[in-house]
């Protein structure tokens, strides 16, 4: 029980701790990748302005904020149009030069503009300049072109040749003479080696602190734990010691009531009953001090289990021979059908488990009813499922979570006498100590199924 709860509490701290590295790991790389978004998107705006103050076009407002941002954060002035003294060209185009011999799509500008490209487009997506020109590493973007014709401006992240992520700004020229748009760019190659970088630190480094974690985890939920355990064993064996001393005046009891019964004459049958009654109740005691030890074994993890190959036939009409007699004494038909396979378990304990579920379902089914013993195969080839139903008065399904908590009863609601409420924990106990499980569904006057699931061989 206790390794349990010690491995969930191990989760639940490594969960917290993970979750926190988790959120500080995750929040670097978000503000990591915000910075590069946001720096790369200032930058592009900044060259896109001086583009468009270039040629004579009229700035839209996002790039005028830019250009105030740029030079703000980098100390540099605005930029102004410089004027352009055009002079005849060599080449089949007639392309104007620059003064400084710098021509479209250039890069001339400070060096932390050197990644960004610019290309000066016609409206259906061709270079004005189609020679000459330092080789951009993308084509130009058509449909980033139809975009900002239609809207005015256009921002997008594309994949060049060789894969790389392009971050691409493209504006429509208004009031200029010659390309319809300019597009900026930049290649993200750089930024993704960064982040690449980063990830897989962290990644690295989340592998020795999940193993720090959960070593820390482990033994802190162990320290947590300790006053518990020390007190639910505590609490065993005194239970334990208080069964085996309680067997002793029991069975004393007993005895000399069986002695005193003995003496009385036939005639005295007030003093006779109140001995008979003495009897019951020490029987009464007895069993439930035998469960209480058993249920400290089953706690403590001492129960001895020893799992032998079982023939369900053989099982069925050995149970069935017991509970029998009883069965037809209440006028309750009890129907045994032939078991199907052979299973794993410790046959006393199993028996005694059969016989627990039998005798509840003798007790609240009414006269007429019918019980039935039954197992068939699961869904799975490794189960045996043993049934137990009954056609009695079934429970409310309000009582179905708490039907194997210890001293927990029904049979007042239900209008019956019952047992000490420790039958079906202990049923639940034995079956798991035998990697089983135990299972009940039931419905109000309709009767109750439980299923036993048992190794198959």
């Known amino acids: 029980m206790f390794d349990g709860l010690r491995l969930r509490l191990t989760s639940v701290y490594m969960l917290a701790v993970l979750a926190l590295v988790i959120g500080v790991g995750g929040g670097a790389y978000a503000l990591m990748t ?8 200032l930058a592009l705006r900044y060259r896109a302005a001086i583009e468009l103050r270039q040629r004579g076009a009229d700035i839209p407002p996002d790039l ?31 392309a104007a030069h620059t003064s400084n ?54 921002a997008r992240i594309v994949s060049n040749s060789t894969g790389a992520r392009v971050r691409l700004l493209t504006y429509r020229l208004d009031g200029a003479v010659g390309p319809a748009a300019i597009q900026v760019g930049r290649v993200l190659s750089d930024q993704d080696t960064i982040l690449r970088g ?17 070593g820390a985890s482990w033994w802190m939920a162990g320290r947590s734990l300790l006053p518990a355990r020390q007190a639910w064993e505590r609490q065993q064996t005194f239970v334990a010691n208080a069964s085996h001393e309680l067997r002793t005046p029991i069975t004393l009891v007993r005895a000399s009531t069986e002695v005193a ?23 009464h005691m007895s069993r439930l001090v035998d469960d209480l030890l058993l249920l400290s074994r089953l706690d403590a993890g001492h129960m001895n289990i020893d799992q032998q190959q079982i023939n369900l036939t053989e099982l069925f009409d050995d149970v069935a021979r017991q509970v029998g007699r009883l069965a037809e004494q209440r006028g309750i038909a009890l129907n045994v059908a032939t078991g199907n396979g052979v299973i794993r378990a410790d046959p006393s304990r199993l028996r005694q488990v059969l016989l627990i579920l039998l005798d509840n379902a003798l007790r609240h089914t009414p006269p007429g009813g019918t019980v039935t013993i039954s197992a068939q195969g699961s869904d799975t080839t490794a189960f045996v499922d043993l049934i137990v139903e009954d056609s009695g008065s079934g429970i409310d399904p309000a009582h179905l979570p708490h039907l194997f908590d210890r001293f927990y009863r029904v049979d007042s609601a239900r209008g019956v006498g019952g047992g000490t409420g420790l039958g079906l924990a202990i049923a639940k106990g034995l079956i798991e100590a035998q990697q089983g499980r135990i ?19």
């Open 101 to 154: 011999d710098h021509r479209e799509g250039e890069v001339r500008y400070q060096p932390e503009q050197a990644p960004i490209f610019a290309l000066p487009l016609t409206s259906d997506g061709q270079l004005v300049v189609p020679i000459n020109v330092v080789a951009a590493p993308i084509s130009p973007n058509l449909e980033a072109v139809t975009s900002a014709l239609a809207k005015g401006s256009d």
């Open 64 to 94: 005028l904020v830019a250009e105030r941002e740029y030079a703000a954060s980098s100390g540099k002035p605005l930029a102004t149009p410089r004027p352009q003294t055009t002079v005849e060209g060599d080449d089949d185009s007639g």
């Open 439 to 457: 299972t009940i569904a039931s419905e109000l006057g309709h009767g109750t199924r439980v299923v036993v699931r048992m190794p198959a061989v």
């Open 198 to 214: 980063l990830l897989s630190g962290l990644l690295l480094l989340g592998l020795p602190v999940a193993m720090l974690v959960g």
């Open 261 to 283: 019964l003995r003496g009385l004459a036939l005639a005295e049958h007030d003093r006779r009953e109140l001995l008979q009654d003495v009897l019951q109740e020490c029987d």
């Open 34 to 41: 915000y910075y590069f978004d946001t720096s790369t998107d």
